[in-house]
């Protein structure tokens, strides 16, 4: 597990074999297939682990949180501790996802996380009709990991990153009328 798991993190699930994965850890390839029979079973139990091992932050701990900007000043650095911890794995699955459906399934269960950050972060903010869509699309790209990346590559820390996210919700969701020029 431990091989399979260095290896995604380095090279991805898409490139990382099974002879690979014996390699790493020492052992033949009939030893892997005995363990994990199908690519489906060893992705399933890297994930499992992996996750274990690197919790994301859970937004069931948010909601407790009344004020929605008070909410997006807590969750969004935690948020951002989690993507930096993880970036290296997180950056190979999210490439690979496209290329390996089996992959897809696995994510199941980190989308459905992600939504429920999404929804999390978007309750409770006094809004409606278009600025209701605008503020939906900023608390989506403020919570992806992509955006993250993009923004930590300037290089900015994450209390600088949270700050221009968190500005940004803030500002989608303000008392102005909602904009249609850029």
Same mark, same amino acid.
């Given at each position: 597990?431990?091989?399979?798991?260095?290896?995604?993190?380095?090279?991805? *699930?898409? $490139? &990382?074999?099974?002879?690979?994965?014996? %390699? %790493?850890?020492?052992?033949?390839?009939?030893?892997?297939? $005995?363990?994990? #029979?199908?690519?489906?079973?060893? !992705?399933? @139990?890297?994930?499992?682990?992996?996750?274990? %091992?690197? *919790?994301?932050?859970?937004?069931?701990? +948010?909601?407790?949180?009344?004020?929605?900007?008070?909410?997006?000043?807590?969750?969004? #650095?935690?948020?951002?501790?989690?993507?930096?911890? &993880?970036?290296?794995?997180?950056?190979?699955? !999210?490439?690979?996802?496209?290329?390996?459906?089996?992959?897809?399934?696995?994510?199941?269960? $980190?989308?459905?996380? @992600?939504?429920?950050?999404?929804?999390?972060?978007? @309750?409770? +903010?006094?809004?409606?009709?278009? $600025?209701?869509?605008?503020?939906?699309?900023?608390?989506?790209?403020?919570?992806?990991?992509?955006?993250?990346?993009?923004?930590?590559?300037?290089? !900015?820390?994450?209390?600088?990153?949270?700050?221009?996210?968190?500005?940004?919700?803030?500002? &989608?969701?303000?008392?102005?009328?909602?904009?249609?020029?850029?």
């Amino acid at each position: 597990m431990d091989a399979a798991i260095e290896l995604h993190t380095s090279i991805g *699930p898409a $490139r &990382t074999t099974i002879s690979d994965i014996a %390699r %790493r850890a020492g052992v033949q390839r009939l030893t892997v297939y $005995r363990y994990f #029979p199908d690519e489906l079973s060893l !992705l399933g @139990a890297c994930s499992g682990t992996y996750r274990r %091992r690197n *919790p994301p932050p859970d937004p069931e701990d +948010w909601v407790k949180i009344a004020d929605p900007e008070e909410r997006l000043a807590l969750a969004l #650095p935690e948020l951002l501790r989690y993507y930096r911890r &993880t970036a290296p794995m997180l950056s190979r699955i !999210l490439r690979d996802v496209s290329v390996a459906p089996l992959l897809r399934q696995i994510a199941g269960p $980190r989308l459905q996380w @992600a939504a429920r950050v999404q929804q999390v972060l978007e @309750a409770g +903010w006094n809004v409606r009709g278009k $600025r209701r869509r605008l503020l939906r699309a900023a608390i989506v790209l403020a919570t992806d990991f992509h955006a993250w990346e993009s923004l930590a590559a300037n290089p !900015l820390d994450d209390l600088e990153i949270a700050a221009v996210l968190s500005g940004m919700v803030v500002a &989608t969701a303000g008392s102005g009328p909602p904009s249609s020029s850029p």
